[in-house]
């Protein structure tokens, strides 16, 4: 099955070029496919759901943190170890945090936090005071969450719905193709019906001539006269109902190829062709073998079992209690500048703080680890009962029966299809030979009738009849090849070809 992602743009067609004047179906196929409205809001969701794969893909990005932050503090005070009144503190903080979630589930965070404090306090040794802290947090669930299947899910559905969406244009674009190949099938018929009622009321028109001078020659009476003038208005109704055929006909196929204007002149029709002109054998067997391959309506409904599969295993996962191992790993550094503190050991102001420096110094020692922390640990939770966790997984269950219902739904409504487009085209095909014999057998007696009328052994009556009854045999005739070529249209369509039947091929991407 050649399916995949279809966008409008990638709908290439490897034909020759013609020119709008002439629209054979092959050009009509090609402009609607082209210029159908309908067609290009269908292809939108592909770009749509292209887009919604990598918002479901981003989840897996880093993501970048930054805070800065200045903190001032002055509190009345009734300390004994500050000659002040106040107790004063300013704080200037800066924090950098990465951050990453993993396809196994893991989600990881490294962090670097730096702060410079300075304060009134009296037993600070350090003043200015810099810290610097470097942490790294890891957390990986080892039951719920874990393993890429669980966390993948959201990325593997929005995957199979771009698929989707490419599906649905084909088929769009399958269903598309059959009505105008439909209303192209439909205006040749009303254009032969019209050609026949055109014919017919010709037909009317010369007896009526031919009976006015033999009227005025005194050859016949007036009624025969009469008989012509009342059929010509008959026959004339019946152009003006067969024109108005025509003229739905062009309309709906204008509509569909999005033209403001089409003359049925410019088609190129055929209404008296052979049913070899028109058959291409397609046995049911082979049919539905081709259906099954071809068919992008039902590639997308298996796409839709296997999102389905997807939502229960994910389902199934998020049944199990969550127990994560937590670890977490950090080094700090320390440095300041030396005060003589109120209460501290002999030598403290003195320059025998472990801790002197600036900024950098406290960088350097946290690069060493001077100060670090580190720890490890389980966490388990699980809702008692798990009732919303069950249903869930209930649900999804019940989801993918449904789609596999519609799945073979699906299978045995395109075998009707395929079944009601070979009644017709078989069915038509033995019309096509009856009325073939009907018209000759019509025109013979028509002939003969035209042989006695001129020996003066029939009249208007009986000729008009005859006549209606060999414009009524071509008309069905044409009926039945239009049928035939209808017939012919649905069992492509069923089968998922009727594109390629007439040389349009789309253009797929390859699978990934």
């Known amino acids: 099955m050649r399916y995949l992602i279809l966008p409008l743009l990638t709908l290439l067609m490897t034909m020759p070029a013609e020119s709008l004047s002439a629209l054979t179906l092959q050009a009509a196929l090609a402009r609607g496919l082209a210029a159908n409205l309908d067609l290009r809001i269908a292809a939108t969701e592909t770009p749509i759901s292209a887009e919604q794969v990598i918002i479901a893909d981003a989840i897996f990005d880093a993501h970048l943190e930054v805070e800065a932050e200045t903190t001032a503090e002055r509190i009345p005070t009734a300390s004994v170890f500050t000659s002040d009144s106040y107790d004063r503190l300013r704080e200037y903080t800066g924090l950098a945090s990465l951050s990453k979630r993993f396809r196994t589930g893991l989600e990881g965070n490294l962090s670097l936090e730096a702060w410079r404090r300075t304060t009134n306090s009296s037993v600070t040794g350090l003043d200015p005071q810099y810290r610097s802290y470097l942490t790294l947090d890891l957390v990986q669930p080892l039951l719920r969450d874990a393993g890429t299947g669980a966390n993948t899910a959201d990325l593997r559905i929005a995957r199979q719905l771009q698929r989707q969406a490419g599906l649905a244009f084909l088929d769009q674009a399958r269903i598309l193709g059959g009505k105008i190949e439909q209303g192209y099938i439909e205006i040749s018929r009303s254009y ?31 009624s025969e006269v009469q008989e012509a003038e009342t059929a010509v208005a008959a026959r004339e109704e019946e152009v003006l109902l067969a024109s108005q055929q025509v003229e739905v006909a062009v309309n709906n196929l204008r509509d569909l190829l999005e033209m403001e204007q089409l003359s049925p002149s410019a088609l190129s029709l055929a209404v008296n062709g052979s049913p070899a002109d028109v058959i291409e054998p397609l046995e049911r067997g082979e049919a539905l073998a081709l259906a099954l391959d071809n068919r992008p309506d ?154 006695r009328l001129k020996a003066g052994l029939s009249d208007t009556f009986r ?12 008309i069905r005739r044409i009926n039945a090849m239009a049928d035939t070529e209808t017939g012919q249209a649905d069992l492509y369509a069923a089968v998922g070809l009727n594109l390629e039947r007439h040389g349009i091929l789309p253009v797929l991407p390859a699978a990934d």
Not at 194 to 203: F, H
Not at 307 to 314: K, S
Not at 334 to 351: E, R
Not at 408 to 431: G, H, K, M, P, Y
């Open 463 to 474: 000729i008009l009849d005859f006549q209606e009854e060999l414009i009524a045999a071509r």
């Open 298 to 451: 039902l590639e997308g409904q298996r796409v839709e079992l296997a999102v389905r599969d997807i939502r229960v295993a994910f389902a199934e996962n998020q049944e199990l209690p969550r127990l994560d191992l937590a670890a977490t790993l950090g080094a700090n550094g320390l440095s300041g500048s030396a005060q003589n503190p109120s209460f501290t050991a002999t030598g403290a102001a003195d320059g025998s703080n472990p801790f002197l420096g600036g900024y950098e110094e406290s960088l350097s020692r946290m690069a060493e680890a001077d100060g670090y922390e580190w720890a490890v640990g389980l966490v388990f939770s699980q809702p008692l009962g798990n009732r919303a966790a069950e249903a869930r997984t209930r649900q999804a269950k019940l989801r993918k029966r449904q789609a596999i219902d519609r799945l073979r739904r699906l299978e045995n409504q395109i075998a009707t299809e395929v079944d009601n487009a070979l009644t017709i085209l078989n069915r038509s095909l033995e019309r096509v030979a009856v009325s073939d014999r009907f018209v000759a057998l019509a025109k013979t007696t028509l002939d003969q009738e035209m042989e």
């Open 192 to 222: 032969g019906v019209l050609a026949m009622r055109r014919l017919a009321r010709s037909l009317a028109e010369d007896i009526l001539a031919g009976n006015r001078r033999k009227f005025e020659a005194g050859l016949i009476p007036v």
